[in-house]
């Protein structure tokens, strides 16, 4: 039931036309859907910026406490190189005794093994385990005799004669040989062979 009805009688020029904002339903979701969308982005860009800014804090956080303990690393820095000095002293005076060891052994060796009318002037140690030993006798097969049995030690690896020399006025000969020890001699031990 209709109640009333209007009819406006003005002319076209001077009517109001009412006008009224239609929305259908998918621009009103595509307004919704951009609208949840850049109210997302907002707030992951606020959760991003807090979380860099809560970094940033810790950065300068960890920034100060490195300056404030930094005289403690220079200590450890201090300390471990004392370490590694006093390792290299511990291995200095290890080296100290065992070639201690090793002479005392050797100069037993040598001295043992002496032929009668022989007498020894020097020993030196040469670069690569080599023993240059400077000796004089007045029987020249000796200096063979005693370069035999001194190879059948332990020490030495090998042996050979670098110079003989005779003084025609004294008899005597001076005889110059290399030994090459054996570094895989036990020095802890005693030796095996030629023992007396």
């Not at 930094?70 to 004392?82: F, K, V, Y």
């Amino acid at each position: 039931m209709i109640e009333r009805i209007e009819v406006n009688l003005l002319p076209a020029e001077y009517r109001i036309h009412s006008k009224s904002l239609r929305l259908t339903r998918d621009v009103v979701y595509s307004a919704l859907g951009l609208i949840v969308l850049f109210i997302g982005v907002a707030a992951a860009h606020v959760v991003i910026h807090s979380r860099i800014d809560q970094l940033d804090d810790e950065i300068d956080y960890l920034d100060r406490s490195l300056r404030q303990n930094a005289h403690i690393q220079r200590e450890i820095n201090s300390l471990r190189r004392d370490n590694l000095e006093i390792a290299d002293k511990i291995v200095a005076l290890e080296r100290i005794n065992v070639n201690r060891e090793k002479w005392v052994r050797l100069m037993e060796m040598f001295s043992r093994r002496l032929p009668k009318l022989t007498y020894l002037v020097s020993l030196r140690e040469e670069p690569g385990s080599r023993l240059r030993i400077e000796g004089r006798t007045y029987v020249f097969p000796e200096v063979a005799n005693y370069m035999s049995s001194l190879k059948e030690e332990d020490y030495i690896s090998s042996i050979e004669l670098s110079d003989i020399e005779i003084n025609r006025n004294s008899r005597e000969y001076r005889f110059v040989f290399v030994c090459q020890l054996d570094s895989d001699a036990m020095l802890s031990t005693a030796p095996k062979k030629g023992v007396q």
